[in-house]
T-cell receptor, first 113, second 109 residues
Framework: NAGVTQTPKFQVLKTGQSMTLQCAQDMNHEYMSWYRQDPGMGLRLIHYSVGAGITDQGEVPNGYNVSRSTTEDFPLRLLSAAPSQTSVYFC????????????FGPGTRLTVL | SQQGEEDPQALSIQEGENATMNCSYK?????LQWYRQNSGRGLVHLILIRSNEREKHSGRLRVTLDTSKKSSSLLITASRAADTASYFC?????????FGAGTTVTVRA
């Protein structure tokens, strides 16, 4: 099993550009989530999904959109990138609910100029 | 919002020594988890302790949970250079995990 995969690994955007961060898992997990990690702040939940077709907002959802059309994929869209979105983004999945053991992807390091 | 807070923020020890870090949280929980993050990598789950458990072991790891004090500790015994990483506690909050800012552990050879 590949586990949780994320692409790209690195990305540089200009302010105002849009892009999609990809996340896929092959463990048939129902729960998937996106976090951002900033220095000294730990991980903050952006959006999450409890199954295909169901998504909800986390702690810091503004500026991001998600959709979940399949169990495997959970892309994160930046609508109009801002320097404040410079961060490392992690996708995670779990078999059950969000409080279960999370399996994390390797992360995408995003810089917005 | 951050539910858990780790202490200390950073820790430097000699190889072979034990490392202890603490996590305090604010509201009642169902479980508490510890994760490790090596530099530039994703988080890896280490151990989960439920609210009705007081202590749990996994290899060289020992986790305690004191729900009356709303605190947990992670002990790594006989540390190795490969234990150099950041360690995060995560508590369940409304069926989602809330992570602390982490403790950075450096193990010196």
């Amino acid at each position: 099993n590949a586990g949780v995969t994320q692409t790209p690994k690195f990305q540089v955007l200009k302010t105002g550009q849009s892009m999609t961060l990809q996340c896929a898992q092959d463990m048939n997990h129902e729960y998937m989530s996106w976090y951002r990690q900033d220095p000294g702040m730990g991980l903050r939940l952006i959006h999450y999904s409890v199954g295909a077709g169901i998504t909800d907002q986390g702690e810091v959802p503004n500026g991001y959109n998600v959709s979940r059309s399949t169990t495997e994929d959970f892309p994160l869209r930046l609508l109009s990138a801002a320097p404040s979105q410079t961060s490392v983004y992690f996708c995670a999945s779990s078999y059950g609910e969000g409080a279960d053991t999370q399996y994390f992807g390797p992360g995408t390091r995003l810089t917005v100029l | 919002s951050q539910q858990g807070e780790e202490d200390p923020q950073a820790l430097s020890i000699q190889e072979g020594e034990n490392a202890t870090m603490n996590c305090s949280y604010k509201t009642s929980i169902n479980n508490l988890q510890w994760y490790r993050q090596n530099s530039g990598r994703g988080l890896v789950h280490l151990i989960l302790i439920r609210s009705n458990e007081r202590e749990k072991h996994s290899g060289r790891l020992r986790v305690t949970l004191d729900t009356s004090k709303k605190s947990s500790s992670l002990l790594i015994t006989a540390s190795r250079a490969a234990d150099t990483a950041s360690y995060f506690c995560a508590t369940d909050n409304d069926y989602k995990l809330s992570f602390g800012a982490g403790t950075t552990v450096t193990v010196r050879a």
